[in-house]
């Protein structure tokens, strides 16, 4: 069997790769088309399975889980992801892509955090690698990851950490995962070639340590950003229609699913529409589609997307426009979390966590944690026309995801048997 690395380098497009000399060395970029909702965690399921999101069931980064009546984003199990993936019987190195725990692979590293019981965190990651490699690189900069202060740091970690275990372990398939496009490119219209030129740099030193293996090397995007100014405020629209009810307490108001005849689910450009009253449909779907910002709203079929775990109907934002979460009509009552770096217990995605309030307030909150005293890192701005990126739909070829390999396919559901040709050969 042949070897195959798989640099997964979030946000690059064909027309930025001209500024990716290391990466472009290995071929031609080609724009490839990627399912919709056009974000990580629906991308990569695509990739790994073959199928459309109606198959895989991973319907956004997050969905609302009627089971349990509850929202949640970024969850690691393997299990969540249906159909077989490409991994599966294979020596896999898998590093930094999500679905990580529990995934039948060999070697792995993922970002995860040890929770206290006096709600307390410390960060951390699973290194299942057999390189020990935080003893080898030192602690992985999780503030680099994501939040106000995420940057190359991250980027360059993981990319040393993969060298390391390509390596030392020499697996059959190598998976790494390369956010730092992801970051600037949120925060500023305009897209810094240097940023394109540092991520190259850490792809570069992958594809040496591949090289040394004899494994052949694919480089893949999973969206392309676009430049946005309007934020859609679709829950707060829903809530002004009496659809969307809330728990008042002691920190904020808290969204009630179960209680809700209709929320959002906001996720970048694409928002799921939970319905729980069919007698409402048609009428959401007018008050949605009115809303500034909103191109249409459509059947969750019309996208591939006819899934359990889809809402009743599928908002798409226009090309300069995305969803917010907000569902707080006074920010006086919005949730405490909403000012924090929260990832998992705020429903719906929230880029606003890439800005900070204040340096000083910061630097004043890690000081009441070193010297032991509660605290809540509450520097996150509740300012969505900060943001100027956003992605989740099909953007034009040139600005959409990239596949740069031998033969490469043109569709995300072509990625599955396309390495498996490779392994092969």
Known sequence: M???CVINVV??????????????????????????????CTSQATMLTGLAPRDHGIVGNGWYFRDTGEIRFWQQSNRLIQGRKLYEGVDTAKMFWWFNQGAPVRWFATP?????????????????????????????????????????????????ASARV?????????LVYLPHLDYDFQRFPTHETRRVQEVDACAGQVIDAANEIG???????EYGLVPVSRPVLINRALREAGWLQVRDGPFGETLMPMESKAFAVADHQLAHLYVNDPEIVSEVRRTVEALDGVDQVIEPGDLELDHPRSGELIALAEP????????????????????TVDIHRKPGYDPCELFSTSSLRAAARLLQKKVGLRYRMDVVPLD??????????????????????PDAPDSMTGFKSYIERLLAS
């Open 384 to 405: 969505p026309s900060l943001v100027r990126g956003s992605h989740g739909l099909r953007g034009a070829e040139g600005d959409g995801p990239l596949i740069i390999g």
């Open 215 to 221: 494994a052949k090397t694919v480089v893949v995007s």
């Open 11 to 40: 946000g690059l497009t064909p027309g930025l790769a001209e500024h990716a000399p290391r990466v472009s060395e290995i071929g031609e970029p080609r724009a490839w088309k990627s399912p919709v909702p056009a974000v990580t």
């Open 2 to 4: 042949s070897k195959v």
């Open 112 to 160: 995860k955090p040890y929770y206290g019981c006096d709600g307390s965190k410390a960060f951390g990651i699973i290194d299942k690698t057999d390189c020990q490699l935080t003893s080898a690189l030192g602690e992985f900069p999780f503030f680099s990851f994501w939040g106000p202060r995420a940057g190359l740091p991250s980027s360059q970690w993981i990319a040393q």
């Open 320 to 339: 300069d426009a995305w969803f917010a979460y907000y569902y707080w009509l006074d920010e006086a009552r919005a949730p405490d979390f909403a000012r």
């Open 166 to 174: 390509i390596r030392q372990n020499r697996p059959e398939l190598t």
